[in-house]
């Protein structure tokens, strides 16, 4: 297979730069947000809020206005091909794939994730659907956006259920690379659908070892959680060039993972195994569907939907890491309180409210943002404009535009283990490992319908 490399000035005009006195890159380095109310991204208090509430009127944009680019060293791309894939792919993800049908010709990624028969995430990824260059007309392909350190247990994970399958798993990551594009207020594209302005681009140019047929495989789309967070680009390595000296350009991924963690957003396992997708607001962010039929671990998810109560959710907060930090309940720019020479990984630290007690647990961080496991019930004991600390140092938490609260009453107490409800879901769980177990024997396949009876 043969990749194109003609994008470069097609990508530069489409990313054209600010005017001079508003260089992003600039801007950037220097720091100087506060000059520019677009990049402000200022955050209000709703009067029955304790924490900060993102604007939901800011105004999309296209990546001709403000962007920048970071190329995603630690992603790999995982391929799933054959005539089953998609019949194999329902069964095990928490997504549902007939949406890419629903959806049609404008459908090119979702949001999923892998659980375990106990619910649990084991690993999330970004499964598209992308245009190939040499498509027959029933080839079947699909690729998996994961985190590099996951890709030898999502190797072992579907090659598990894999049996008498017509399908194949391959690692692609030599020859399909990953890049993002984010700009200051996201873009205006639904989410998971492809990024026209980008991806006609790629078809443009014909391919010279096979004519009448363009030259790269490519999936360009906007990210399937939220818009907010920009665009997503699988393409061959070296076939997205930018050489415009005016955008703002990133070797890794530490300003995207910045940038996702103001917004709320976990990737990987190590974000996100063992949490519940629930408590990671995987069902707002467009990676759980309640309406598909059964996946690993789908029971466990449908009765924490409809009859469970969600005592916990991951939230974005920044320390407070030097005399710049703006600590302004009713004005908060996480942007303009980026601290890039804080480097100290929070990972596991506990947040706490003024009088010591915990309220939440890090999952991750970058700079002086993360995300944190929140608990609710303490959280809503707060008083308005509460304070909050990461040892002597204050934090802030704030609530990103895509996200809504989850509604519990302040007395609600922790599940008493012997509770009727409790034992039920833990006989539910115990029942469903014992036919996990027949599955992968081949006994019967992932896609059957469990019912927690045998």
């Known amino acids: 297979m043969k990749y194109f490399s003609k994008l470069s000035t097609q990508y530069s005009r489409l990313l054209s730069p600010l005017p001079a006195k508003a260089n992003l890159q600039r801007l950037i380095k220097q720091r100087q947000f506060s000059t520019i109310n677009d990049l402000n991204q200022e955050y209000q208090v709703d009067s029955n809020s304790?924490?900060?509430?993102?604007?939901?009127?800011?105004?999309k944009q296209g990546i001709d206005d403000s962007g920048w680019i970071s190329k995603l060293k630690n992603r790999?791309?995982?391929?799933?091909?054959?005539?089953?894939?998609?019949?194999?792919?329902?069964?095990?993800?928490s997504q549902d794939m007939s949406l890419f049908e629903k959806d049609g010709s404008d459908r090119a990624s979702i949001y999923t994730s892998f659980l375990n028969v106990k619910g649990k995430v084991l690993l999330d990824g970004f499964l598209a659907k992308p245009l190939l260059a040499n498509q027959v007309q029933d080839d079947t392909e699909y690729w998996l956006d994961v985190a590099d350190y996951d890709v030898d247990d999502l190797q072992k994970h579907l090659k598990k259920y894999a049996i008498r399958k017509k399908i194949k798993v391959e690692d692609i990551s030599h020859i399909i690379s990953a890049y993002a594009i984010q700009t200051l207020q996201g873009v205006d594209c639904k989410e998971g659908h492809f990024f026209r302005p980008l991806q006609d681009t790629a078809t443009m140019?014909?391919?010279?070892?096979?004519?009448?047929?363009?030259?790269?495989?490519?999936?360009c789309f906007t990210d399937p959680r939220t818009n907010y967070n920009g665009v997503r680009i699988l393409c061959a390595?070296?076939?997205?060039e930018y050489d415009d000296p005016d955008i703002a350009v990133y070797e890794n991924d530490e300003e995207y993972k910045f940038t996702r963690m103001t917004l709320g957003l976990v990737e990987g396992s190590k974000e996100c195994s063992n949490q519940f997708p629930l408590h990671l607001n995987f069902q707002q962010l467009n990676g759980v569907s309640t309406t598909k039929g059964c996946y690993v671990g789908q029971e466990i998810v449908?009765?924490?939907?409809?009859?469970?109560?969600?005592?916990?959710?991951?939230?974005?907060?920044?320390?407070?890491?030097?005399d710049r930090f703006v600590v302004n309940q009713n004005m908060f720019a996480p942007l303009r309180n980026k601290d890039d020479q804080f480097t100290e990984d929070l990972t596991g630290l506990e947040i706490k409210d003024e009088k010591g007690?915990?309220?939440?647990?890090?999952?991750?961080?970058?700079?002086?943002?993360?995300?944190?496991?929140?608990?609710?019930?303490?959280?809503?004991?707060?008083?308005?404009?509460?304070?909050?600390?990461?040892?002597?140092?204050?934090?802030?938490?704030?609530?990103?535009?895509?996200?809504?609260?989850?509604?519990?009453?302040?007395e609600i107490a922790e599940q008493d283990p012997n509770d009727p409800n409790a034992k039920e879901d833990?006989?539910?769980?115990?029942?469903?490992?014992?036919?996990m177990k027949s599955v992968q024997?081949?006994?019967?396949?992932?896609?059957?319908?469990?019912?927690g009876k045998k």
């Open 357 to 410: 007690g915990k309220i939440g647990k890090i999952l991750a961080s970058q700079y002086n943002a993360g995300v944190a496991m929140i608990d609710l019930l303490k959280l809503y004991n707060q008083k308005q404009n509460a304070k909050f600390f990461l040892n002597d140092r204050r934090v802030m938490l704030w609530q990103p535009t895509w996200l809504k609260l989850y509604d519990i009453e302040q």
């Open 237 to 240: 390595e070296g076939s997205f």
């Open 302 to 322: 449908q009765r924490t939907t409809h009859m469970g109560t969600l005592r916990k959710q991951a939230l974005p907060f920044m320390l407070q890491t030097n």
């Open 426 to 435: 833990q006989e539910m769980v115990k029942d469903f490992e014992n036919q």
């Open 441 to 451: 024997q081949g006994n019967v396949t992932p896609d059957m319908k469990i019912s």
């Open 76 to 93: 790999k791309i995982v391929a799933i091909k054959g005539a089953d894939s998609t019949k194999f792919l329902q069964g095990l993800i």
């Open 50 to 59: 304790i924490i900060p509430r993102q604007k939901s009127e800011i105004q």
């Open 205 to 219: 140019f014909e391919s010279e070892e096979f004519p009448g047929q363009f030259e790269t495989d490519i999936a």
